[in-house]
């Protein structure tokens, strides 16, 4: 049988993000893909060493536009834990309900771009619909739809007034009534079943070895949830990690639509915990030694490891992000499935390649 | 802070590694920092039930450091990233990239190091 | 005749293509977000097209690197003309937040010509929109 190499991107109508893919296909079934990256490079890990500590929060959340806040909530718990600062626990609950309005609103535009993977449009457009809704709640708390930079070195910026509590409460209840409407389509649907089930099979073996991270390892039946760590306010509200244990990309879209409805559970506790008292702690002083940061992003755990000596600016900043563990669970899934699979795979690890390549 | 810092020389590397795999630890990721002119420091870290474990490796730039892409396959990634972005040179690489994983040829230089040489293609 | 026609249906009905060129993804689903439900700018003809042959209009996020500054060019010279670029966010203005990383050439004008800048970090969806329909004026000339 003769080969044929096939470009996958950069410009494809399924990724919105540029990455590119060389596949090897023996008439339609793949047997090799090589990866290639470098085209949302930007090198923002140097930046530390023009911007100072401070300036780096602003930084860290450009690395990814999605899961912008819990970047950042990574980089200050970083410096926090050099510094020695102790954060007020108000502020703890808040990074609990901005970073899980930011999983809910992930998790969301995942469930639509897999959908829109396999040709479902209306699914797409129905699970962007209920989105807005949470970015409405960002935009009225915080000023900013996606980007909301709400976290300092110390605590937070902005606070949720008791008024707006109660609304983010009615909103929520309509955004669960939302999902749940949309669970009988995502879970049974006979589209949804045909492309995804037995598709991209990973055992649990094979994603542990492959240091896979996030919903990609926990649909192959391993609880690794960072938030089991207790980072933030996790400690202090019921939290269990969502598992399945098929391994392939239908179990994969059950643990994100799963996890959406936790998110907006652990929300409504926060809220019913959210303590008074202040924001934010001064920050004085600079960081000095090495540490090493983890939280659970929407992708997965992403991992900082911060270096300082003393100085304003930071001597190594470096992000591990998500899915620059989970690129090699596609070289592994990849070989011996169809080429039409390829966009619904690909989007199964949920790529964020600005993540991947900062 | 750091804890469970195990020092490793350049001869020892794999032979840790393979140690970490069989005792069950999952592949993090690997961090460098660059220390002077010759040195770099490499942090290979692990993770088993949530508690990190690091082994440090304080490489010269100039001789080609092992590559565990054999051990754990995962981090045939990040060798390629510190490949690109300090010019250290990983041997047995699983897929090697060339330095070209990030940078074009025009700006195939070594952003993360204010000193540097950079090496050819060492043989396999 | 014939143009008047042409014209016409091009601006009722621009179609555009997004790429993005090392943007933090903020732009870039705020495009989509242009397209889905609460915005929906496809009631009013505008379709997102994967291929650059059907496009009018060209949306472009981020900021230019070295790798990808040849990718925007292939795209630009594919689209036909007359055809409208839409530089959109801080990154693709000037930089940004990352002008000065060692991979960054700069904002898009640096590659190709930019017809319409919208700016904001991220740009939110009815600045797009109205960034699209500026550069619709273009195309009735």
Not at chain 1, 181 to 198: A, P, Q, S, W
Not at chain 1, 313 to 330: D, G, H, K, Y
Request: charged residues 25%.
């Amino acid at each position: 049988m003769s080969k044929t190499i096939i470009p996958f991107g950069p410009q494809h109508p399924v990724l919105p993000e540029p990455v590119h893919l060389k596949l090897t296909l023996e008439d339609e079934v793949i047997t090799e893909a090589i990866p290639a990256f470098g085209f949302v490079h930007r090198g923002l890990e140097k930046l530390a060493e023009i911007r100072d500590f401070h300036q780096m929060i602003y930084v860290v959340e450009r690395i990814c536009g999605i899961c912008s806040m819990i970047h950042a909530m990574c980089y200050c718990q970083g410096i926090e834990e050099l510094m020695g600062i102790e954060v007020p626990p108000r502020a703890r609950f808040l990074r609990v309900i901005w970073s899980e309005l930011h999983r809910i609103h992930s998790h969301l535009l995942w469930l639509g771009l897999f959908a829109d993977s396999f040709g479902f449009e209306s699914l797409f457009m129905q699970c962007w619909k209920i989105r807005e809704k949470i970015l409405d709640i960002d935009e009225a708390t915080t000023g900013n739809r996606i980007i909301i930079s709400v976290c300092v070195i110390g605590g937070m910026r902005k606070d949720i007034s008791p008024e707006h509590v109660n609304w983010i409460l009615s909103e929520l209840k309509d955004v669960e009534r939302e999902i749940k409407r949309l669970e009988t389509t995502i879970m049974t649907d006979y589209t949804v079943m045909k492309r995804t089930v037995g598709k991209g099979v990973l055992t649990g073996k094979q994603a542990y070895e492959l240091g896979l991270v996030g919903p990609t390892l926990r649909a192959s039946g391993i609880a690794q949830d960072m938030r089991m760590l207790g980072y933030a306010a996790f400690n202090e509200i019921n939290f269990e990690p969502v598992v399945e244990t098929d391994g392939d990309c239908y179990a994969r879209c059950k643990v994100r639509f799963r996890e959406t409805l936790q998110s907006i559970d652990l929300i409504r506790q926060a809220i019913a915990k959210l303590p008074e008292g202040e924001l934010a702690v001064k920050a004085k002083g600079r960081p000095e030694g090495e540490v090493i940061s983890r939280v659970e992003q929407p992708r997965g755990e992403v991992f900082y490891y911060i270096k300082a000596n003393g100085k304003k600016n930071l001597e190594r900043l470096r992000v591990r992000t998500p899915t620059f563990a989970n690129v090699p669970a596609l070289l592994a899934m990849l070989p011996g499935m169809w080429l039409s699979d390829v966009p619904v795979i690909v989007l199964s690890i949920d790529p964020c390649i600005s993540c991947t390549e900062r | 802070m750091i804890e469970h810092v195990v020092s490793i020389s350049l001869e020892n590397v794999v032979g840790e590694t393979a140690k970490m795999k069989v005792e069950g630890y999952r592949f993090v990721t690997l961090s460098c920092v660059e220390i002077d002119e010759t040195t770099v420091d490499i942090l290979y870290h692990f993770d088993k039930d949530f508690q990190l474990k690091h082994l440090r490796l304080t490489a010269p730039k100039d001789s080609p450091v092992p590559s565990i892409s054999p051990v754990y396959f995962a981090a045939f990634l990040v060798e390629n990233e510190i490949q690109d972005l300090f010019g250290i040179r990983f041997q047995g690489l699983a897929i090697d990239y060339d330095r070209t994983l990030y940078l074009e040829e025009e700006v195939k230089k070594t952003p993360f190091c204010k000193y540097v040489v950079i090496k050819t293609k060492p043989p396999l | 005749m014939f143009n008047k026609i042409l014209t016409r249906a091009r601006t009722m009905s621009p179609w555009v293509l997004h790429f993005d060129c090392g943007s933090c993804n903020g732009c870039d689903i705020e495009v989509l977000a242009c397209l889905t439900p609460v915005y929906d700018v496809e009631r009013f003809g505008m379709i997102n097209v994967g291929n650059p042959m059907h496009a009018d209009v060209f949306l472009v996020t981020g900021t230019v690197n070295h790798r990808n500054k040849k990718v925007l060019r292939n795209l630009y010279d594919q689209i036909p003309d007359p055809k409208v670029v839409v530089a959109i966010g801080a990154c693709g203005l000037t930089g940004g937040i990352f002008r000065e990383a060692y991979n960054v050439v700069g904002g898009v004008d640096k590659i190709i010509p930019v017809d319409v800048y919208v700016p904001g970090c991220p740009a939110k969806p009815e600045a797009i929109i109205d960034g699209v329909v500026l550069g619709l004026e273009k195309l009735k000339k």
